[in-house]
């Protein structure tokens, strides 16, 4: 039989074109976050973070918006690269340093 | 600088039985980390160390579930006896003094309970 669990949402794109993944967070008083991107038999890796006082936030080739109305984080990849194949993880602290993530979204990179 | 480094890779074992898992962090790091991230899911926190004291265990099942960090430095997971359920990647992580920020993660290891 099937497990939700193995069921990641998934984004296909062209390699060259920009990616969108999407992220709602669940505790309005959250007040960082981050994007880590875990490729297949690592640990996830830190991409970009944000912090609440910030609606946008830019790094080489990423961008992170954060709507804090609707708590709703988005991760934008510019060019995307075959590199950028992984699953793709948001991640929000509240308080006391911990970290509460996401459901993945796995990014396929088409040639 | 070395990563988190994480032992053994894969393990395989059958329900019932017992199993640990070994993290070294990154040196210096403070604060240590062991997370459960099941097959299409986000890691979820087990237990967070500070030195070699418990900030946080609320979602460690104990029943079964144990964890030591006994200098401050390398720490060791265990279940016992273990569920088909706790198939998962056990992540260790790392950072300097709480700081989600700058934490770094291990490869992990693959747990596959039959």
């Known amino acids: 039989g099937e497990s939700v669990g193995l069921h990641l949402p998934t984004l296909s794109v062209q390699e060259g074109d920009n990616s969108i993944i999407n992220c709602a967070y669940s505790?309005?008083?959250?007040?960082?976050f981050i994007w880590y991107k875990q490729e297949s038999g690592k640990g996830p890796q830190f991409i970009i973070d944000i912090r609440s006082n910030m609606d946008k936030r830019q790094g080489q080739r990423v961008t992170v918006l954060l709507n804090k109305t609707v708590k709703h984080l988005s991760l934008q990849i510019a060019a995307t690269q075959p590199g950028d194949s992984a699953v793709y993880f948001c991640?929000?602290?509240?308080?006391?340093?911990?970290?509460?993530f996401g459901g993945g979204t796995r990014v396929l990179v088409k040639p | 600088e070395a990563g988190v480094a994480q032992s053994p890779r894969y393990k395989i074992i059958e329900k019932r039985q017992s199993v640990a898992f070994w993290c070294n962090p990154i040196?210096?790091?403070?604060?240590l980390y062991w997370y459960q991230q099941i097959l299409g899911q986000g890691p979820k926190l087990l237990i967070q160390f500070q030195n070699n004291g418990v900030v946080d265990d609320s979602q460690l099942p104990k029943d079964r579930f144990s964890a030591e960090r006994l200098k401050g430095v390398d720490s060791t997971l265990k279940i016992q006896p273990a569920k088909l359920e706790d198939s998962a990647v056990y992540l260790c992580?790392?950072?300097?003094?709480?700081?989600?920020?700058?934490?770094?993660f291990g490869s992990g290891t693959q747990l596959s309970v039959l």
């Open positions: 992580a790392s950072s300097p003094g709480g700081l989600v920020e700058k934490l770094f």
């Open positions: 040196s210096g790091h403070a604060t």
């Open positions: 991640a929000e602290e509240a308080a006391g340093n911990k970290l509460t």
């Open positions: 505790n309005s008083a959250s007040d960082y």
